[in-house]
């Protein structure tokens, strides 16, 4: 099976700085986007660290040589799902390290989503609010699950997904590297057939895009080109920048509310109100190598 991957990101329209970073690894087969959170706290250096210690770490068990799992191996998971879930706990520990090293950067912390690929089988792990999605037979669906207050309480039947998109507390992530020794880790196990998409993202885009119009722009060839993921952000950026004018104020990501619902504890706000960075990592065309 022959995989290819494009990446692309923007440090959008409100900051100077892009607290995003990602890693595209054809030869180990390994695909990250990390986006960080923090502001002042440095969650540039978050997501870097984090993106960098995964590699490191998956490169590390690619060969026979004989290492040290640091929290031991799940039976009941794939060798490439504990690769995974080992690498996101381990740069969790990283993060932590750093904190307590450099006080500036306390409150630092990041999410994370990983694919490792290898022959026709994608492992996911993902931690926080970024997402990973398959477009495969002219549909798209989310493979991942929001770590986030407000799609705990669509899950719970208390709003519903329209809701959510507009909901003074949806940029408040419940899960994130940074936050705790303890981390869950979300894993899977996908079997990849001829012609699916993969595409790796932060909500810089899906905060802009729902997913049908994702999907309008992979369908039109947009994520299968060498320019398909700058479509993409060029069509996020065009959103933003409608929406900025046709709405005519600047913070038009959190709506007025006089009574909003104060974060739950041990929570983590991201402070961009949808207007980038747009971190984007696609795998593209899944074919067979016949």
Same mark, same amino acid.
């Given at each position: ?8 990101? *923007? ?19 390994? %695909?990250?986007?990390? *986006? ?5 706290? @440095? =969650? ?31 039976? =009941? ?27 500036? /950067?306390? =409150? ?24 990973? %999605? ?12 929001? @770590? ?19 909901? #003074? ?11 705790? #020794?303890?981390?869950?880790? *979300? ?10 998409r993969i595409l790796l993202c932060s909500d810089g885009l899906t905060t802009m895009l729902d997913d049908g119009a994702i999907l309008d722009i992979v369908l039109q060839g947009g994520a299968s080109k060498p320019n398909g993921l700058s ?14 004018? /046709?709405?005519? %104020? ?12 104060? #974060?739950? #504890? ?25």
């Amino acid at each position: 099976m022959t995989v290819e991957s494009r990446s692309v990101s *923007d440090v959008g329209l409100k900051r100077p700085m892009n607290e995003d970073s990602f890693c595209s690894n054809d030869d180990e087969g390994l %695909y990250v986007v990390a *986006d960080g959170m923090g502001g002042h706290a @440095h =969650g540039e250096v978050a997501s870097r660290i984090a993106v960098d210690t995964i590699e490191d770490f998956v490169k590390l068990t690619s060969g026979d040589q004989d290492i040290t799992w640091p929290y031991g191996i799940d039976e =009941g998971l794939t060798l490439n799902s504990n690769r995974l879930k080992t690498s996101i706990r381990f740069a969790n520990q990283k993060l932590l390290e750093h904190t307590q090293q450099e006080s500036d /950067c306390e =409150g630092m912390a990041t999410t994370v989503v990983a694919v490792l690929v290898e022959d026709n089988v994608a492992d996911i792990g993902h931690v926080g609010d970024s997402r990973v %999605y398959l477009v495969r037979g002219g549909a798209i669906r989310c493979l991942t699950s929001d @770590h986030s207050w407000v799609n705990e309480q669509v899950m719970s039947g208390v709003i519903d997904s329209d809701q959510a998109r507009s909901h #003074p507390l949806r940029n408040v992530v419940t899960r994130a590297l940074g936050g705790k #020794p303890d981390l869950e880790v *979300d894993v899977q196990t996908l079997e990849l057939e001829t012609d699916d998409r993969i595409l790796l993202c932060s909500d810089g885009l899906t905060t802009m895009l729902d997913d049908g119009a994702i999907l309008d722009i992979v369908l039109q060839g947009g994520a299968s080109k060498p320019n398909g993921l700058s479509r993409l952000r060029i069509v996020t950026a065009g959103r933003i920048i409608r929406r900025r004018s /046709c709405f005519g %104020y600047l913070d038009f990501g959190l709506p007025a509310c006089s009574k909003a619902p104060s #974060p739950p #504890p041990g929570a983590f706000r991201e402070c961009r109100f949808g207007r980038g960075p747009i971190t984007l990592n696609a795998i593209v065309s899944v074919s067979d190598d016949g």
